[in-house]
Antibody, heavy 120, light 111 residues
């Protein structure tokens, strides 16, 4: 069974940093491009970033450029999202997701999300 | 960026009756490989988005066959043949063709 389990969320002060993790299992993690999507409570879904299967290529939403860093450890089947200089507007549930394998096979799967709250 | 729109944004349904949601993209989602990179998700209160349909018309594992997806290019439709009470939630379409992946605003379905 494909599983994506996020962790690392919590309460952070404005200006602080946080690293989110996503533990993958049930599939060949190193074969998939991986993504982060976020959702402000009560609002819609917003794509944040993606990383290719071997971690050499990344893409970011415009709002994420400069403060967000996506990375992965294929030996540990884990995806990361580093968020620096947190702002109130970064408060959201962050989901990790897979969509497309490097082979082109398309098979979406999402985690349950981790909530990031930014407040003093 | 590809802009996704949905209609209606709110849908009041009657159990046993059919329902449909329309999704439109600002650019064609048809890839050269013949697939339309359009997914449908439902999000129930307090839950993460659940995949219903991927690549326009493929039901995800465990999704009842009363759900179906159709369309091509820029116009897509999610149909529920006979609504059940458990189908309440917010339905999103998403384009997975080109980053940034983008989502429709969501359609709130209630009974």
């Amino acid at each position: 069974e494909v599983q994506l389990v996020e962790s690392g969320g919590g309460l952070v002060q404005p200006g602080g940093s946080l690293r989110l993790s996503c533990a993958a299992s049930g599939f060949t993690f190193s074969s998939y491009w991986m993504h982060w999507v976020r959702q402000v409570p009560g609002k819609g879904l917003v794509w944040v970033a993606r990383i290719n299967s071997d971690g050499t290529t990344t893409d970011y939403a415009d709002f994420a450029k400069g403060r967000f860093t996506i990375s992965r450890d294929n030996a540990d089947n884990t995806l990361y999202l580093q968020i620096n200089t947190l702002r109130a507007e970064d408060r959201a549930v962050y989901y990790c997701a897979r969509f497309r394998a490097k082979s082109g096979h398309y098979a979406p799967a999402w985690g349950q999300g981790t909530l990031v709250t930014v407040s003093s | 960026d590809i802009v996704m729109t949905q209609s209606p944004l709110s849908l009041h349904v009657t159990p046993g009756e059919p329902a449909s949601i329309s999704c439109r993209s600002s650019q064609s989602l048809l890839h050269a490989n013949g697939h339309n990179y359009l997914d449908w998700y439902v999000q129930k209160p307090g839950q993460s988005p659940q995949l219903l349909i991927f690549l326009n018309s493929n039901r995800a594992s465990g999704v009842p066959d009363r759900f179906s997806g159709s369309g091509s290019g820029t116009d897509f439709t999610l149909k529920i043949s006979r609504v059940e009470a458990e189908d309440v939630g917010v339905y999103y379409c998403m384009q997975g063709l080109r980053v940034p992946f983008t989502f429709g605003p969501g359609t709130n379905v209630d009974i």
